[in-house]
């Protein structure tokens, strides 16, 4: 069975850090292309950051605007696992995060590609 558990999250006051660590089980981790989403309430789930790798190419990375420089992706393949360091936190972060897996040999940022998702865990971040 494959999971994929997020940890980390919590509240944190504007300027401060969270780093979240999304570990998995189940699946050739080396194989997927892992993900980091957001979501709000009433809002589609956004596409934060992600990181592909292959022995080809290694490891590739793509973030959107708002959070480049700011927020860091990370993986490790041989704990399986994918890390999400969030500096000078902003209250426009607050949301849930979710880690996601993608069988896929690049980043995507359509959270339709990947097919794996943790439960959530929510950053909260004051004013």
């Known amino acids: 069975q494959v999971q994929l558990v997020e940890s980390g999250g919590g509240l944190v006051q504007a300027g401060g850090s969270l780093r979240l660590s999304c570990t998995t089980s189940?699946?050739?981790?080396?194989?997927?292309?892992m993900g980091w989403f957001r979501q709000v309430p009433g809002k589609e789930r956004e596409f934060v950051a992600g990181?592909?790798?292959?022995?080809?190419?290694?490891?590739?990375?793509d973030s959107i605007d708002s959070v480049r420089g700011r927020f860091t992706i990370s993986r490790d393949n041989a704990a399986n696992t994918v890390d999400l360091q969030m500096n000078s936190l902003e209250p426009e972060d607050t949301a849930v995060y979710y880690c996601?897996?993608?069988?896929?040999?690049?980043?995507?940022?359509?959270?339709?590609?990947?097919?794996?998702w943790g439960q959530g865990t929510q950053v909260t971040v004051s004013p």
């Open positions: 996601a897996a993608a069988p896929i040999n690049d980043v995507s940022r359509s959270a339709d590609q990947y097919t794996y």
């Open positions: 189940g699946l050739t981790f080396s194989r997927y292309t």
């Open positions: 990181m592909s790798w292959s022995w080809i190419s290694g490891r590739s990375t």
